[in-house]
C-alpha cells in the first residue's frame, strides 16, 4: 500500500515533529500499520519533503473535478495486482462543492479515484498560538480520517463486522472518540478531538469496531 503526496508551493503539510509521535506522518503510518495489523501488507508513507512532490495547480478553490483534474495530470503511482495507491495534495485553496466554497473544510476524499486533498488555508485557521504540536495533530488527524473514507470505511466498501455507522450521517462511525466521527472533519471539533487523544498518549485515532472492520477484509484471502 503506497501513499503518493504532492504539494502546491506554499501549501506543504507540517513536517515538523510532534512530541511523543516524531515527525507528523509518522502518525498516519502508526495508524494505517494499526488498520491492517495481521495483514502483512507494506506499507509505503512519505515522511519529509524529498519524498514528495511540489506541483503547479491552478488558483483555488477546489471541487471534485478539479481534483480529479489535478490527480490526473500529476499522480505518480499506479495501482495494480498487489498494490494498492493513494493519492494526496495539499492545496493552498479552498473546497468548493455545488458551486458554495467552504472555507471550513479541512480535507476531502474522492473514494471512487484514492485521491485525498487537504486544504492548507483551512487546516492554518486550526494553528494554536502556543501549542504548534497541536497544529500538527490536528492536520494529521484530518488526514487520516479522509483517508478513512478512501480505504472504505465506514460501511462504504468495508464491511461492518458490527454495526457501527452513523445512520444519520454516511460513511462516519457513530463513536465520538473515533477519528472517523462525522463532527470530527470540522475544525473546532477536530482540534478538541485531536486534543483529547494527544492528553491520552494513543495515537491510534481509530475505534475498535473501525479497526475489526480493516483488519477482516485485510485479512481475506
Known sequence: MEVEVDYAPGAEPYLDNLEFVGDPFSLTEENLEALFAGSHKELLVPHTLAEMEAV????????????VRIAAEHRSYVTGPETATYYAVWLDGF???DGVVDDAVLGA???DYGIVAMFKPALRQTEHPILRSLSRFTEQSAFI??????????????PQ???????????????????????????????????????SGND??????????ARAAATLP
Open 145 to 158: 480520517h479522509e483517508l478513512g473514507h478512501v480505504l472504505g470505511l465506514v460501511d462504504t466498501g468495508l
Open 56 to 67: 503547479t495547480v491552478p488558483a483555488g478553490p477546489y471541487d471534485g473535478a478539479s481534483l
Open 109 to 111: 476524499a474522492l473514494p
Open 95 to 97: 473546497y468548493e462543492k
Open 204 to 213: 491510534v485515532l481509530f475505534d475498535a469496531d473501525c479497526l475489526a472492520d
Open 161 to 199: 463486522q458490527r454495526p457501527h455507522a452513523d445512520p444519520d450521517h454516511a460513511g462516519h462511525c457513530a463513536n465520538p472518540s473515533c477519528v472517523m466521527f462525522w463532527a470530527n472533519e470540522g475544525q473546532e471539533n477536530l482540534r478538541r478531538f485531536a486534543t483529547q487523544v494527544a492528553a
